[in-house]
């Protein structure tokens, strides 16, 4: 049986991004503070990923 519902990339890409936004938070606190300066790239690309997720297509930037 197969699965015939779309997925959405954009969802999956968001998921990985959050999960690896908690996981350097966590080490942050925790552990390491360098790990701060690993949230200067991938604050940005969450950020990215959801503006352009909710964007109407054919929108104009």
């Known amino acids: 049986m197969r699965n015939r519902e779309k ?7 968001l998921l ?11 080490t ?6 360098g790990w701060y300066r690993a949230l200067y790239i991938s604050l940005p690309l969450l950020l ?5 997720m909710f964007r109407k297509p054919g929108a104009k930037p």
């Open 7 to 13: 997925v959405s990339i954009g969802g999956m890409i």
């Open 16 to 26: 990985v991004l959050v999960i690896a936004n908690a996981l350097i938070l966590r």
């Open 28 to 33: 942050a606190l925790t552990t390491d503070a």
């Open 48 to 52: 990215i990923v959801l503006i352009g």
